[in-house]
């Protein structure tokens, strides 16, 4: 894949330094509404992105479902108000077209496009022959692949002006936020694109503006590459997702909360003491993968007694007393309770399977 940086793009924006921010309703509402924001975003230097949904998928009908195209020359009057580019969600070829003929600058393809093949298809072969940036939200469910996949598609229709929005996904069991951040999803897509930018949209995740600052540091604690935040004048009055938005005055408070991290430091005596800390880990790593080959070994040799005395491979009750004692002696050296049963279950999953396999095998 090949994808250019946001600096390379953007004018003004130095991806090294600052994350990139856009901010601006949820929904386009008027022309007031567009302007009152965008004149007071344009005075917090790091947001360079205004963005406003003018189509906005609803899971129900008969909802709000956005004031349609005849927010782009609203649009465009903001771009000139207030020069920063703009930016809205596009989920057909029709609004491709559309956008394109008023001059938005980026296109987003939403959380829920993003989740069907046909409808990314169809925006990327609409955008054949056209050097324009694309952010890709992750799809609503929580599929890395799909996610790829929609970068891919648009990625072979020639466009590499891409940045992917981490907005969380929709899960059974919600707990602390409106779309669980799953961070380890990201953070994956990251590890396999690392010249793709990633940036973080706390106003979907958390579903309540009052935890978008914790989200935001998060982010950027992540190495993440900047944030989309849903900002009203407003915001108890909007049109859409009324909770989750931020007045432009609380947006910049919260931008000057941050405390941005660089991924690398030019004090010397700091990366030593790192690398001195990295190689103790790769010390316990390896000691924790020595103490498991030898529990295998010793899981062989029950194996073996076992199959000696004709007995079961399993017994419950041992697994259960083995599961409670190992979570209370974890939880008194302070370890997670989760962590430790993960751990446990992937151990004891591990020992019936090299169990299983050896009684397969006494049989032949
Ligand atoms: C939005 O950004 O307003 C939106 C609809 O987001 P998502 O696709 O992430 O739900
Ligand atoms: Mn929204």
């Known amino acids: 894949m090949k994808i250019d940086s946001i600096s390379s793009w953007l004018p003004n924006f130095n991806s090294n330094s600052e994350p990139l921010v856009i901010a601006g309703p949820c929904s386009a509402e008027s022309l007031d509404q567009m302007l009152t924001t965008a004149n007071a975003l344009k005075n917090i230097p790091a947001v360079k992105i205004f963005r406003a949904g003018i189509w906005k998928p609803r899971t129900r009908p008969n909802n709000f479902e956005g004031v349609g195209e005849i927010a782009l020359p609203w649009l465009t009057e903001v771009k000139k108000q207030s020069g920063l580019l703009t930016t809205t969600e596009v989920a057909t070829a029709k ?4 956008c394109l003929k008023h001059g938005v600058d980026i296109l987003w393809i939403g959380a829920r496009t993003t989740a069907n093949p046909f409808s990314v298809q169809e925006i990327a072969d609409a955008l054949k022959g056209v050097n324009i940036p694309v952010m890709i939200k992750n799809p609503i469910n929580a599929d890395l692949q799909l996610w790829i996949g929609a970068i891919e598609r648009l990625n072979n229709a020639g466009i590499n002006k891409i940045i992917a929005i981490h907005r969380g996904f929709s899960v059974a069991d919600k707990l602390e936020f409106r779309n669980d951040p799953l961070w380890r999803i990201p953070m994956e897509l990251k590890v396999k694109f690392p010249e793709l930018p990633l940036i973080c949209d706390p106003s979907h995740i958390t579903g309540d503006r009052e935890l978008i600052q914790k989200v935001c540091q998060k982010a950027m604690d992540l190495n993440m590459n900047g944030l989309i935040i849903e900002t009203h004048p407003t915001p108890e009055s909007a049109w859409s997702d ?97 962590f ?13 399977k090299l169990q299983t396999d050896l009684f397969e095998r006494s049989k032949k």
Request: a neutral charge.
């Open 242 to 338: 009324a909770a989750q938005q931020v007045t432009p005055e609380r947006l910049k408070t919260i931008l000057s909360q941050l405390s941005i991290k660089t991924e690398h430091s030019n004090n010397a005596n700091f990366e030593a003491q790192l690398n001195n800390l990295r190689h103790q880990i790769d010390r316990l790593d390896n000691e924790l993968l020595h103490t498991l080959k030898h529990r295998k070994d010793v899981v062989e040799k029950i194996a073996n007694a076992k199959i000696e005395q004709k007995i079961t491979a399993l017994q419950r009750n041992r697994f259960d007393q083995l599961m409670k004692e190992r979570i209370d002696a974890g939880k008194s050296l302070g370890l997670e309770e989760l």
């Open 95 to 98: 609004h491709v077209e559309l």
């Open 340 to 352: 430790i049963k993960e751990i446990f279950d992937a151990i004891h999953d591990q020992s019936v």
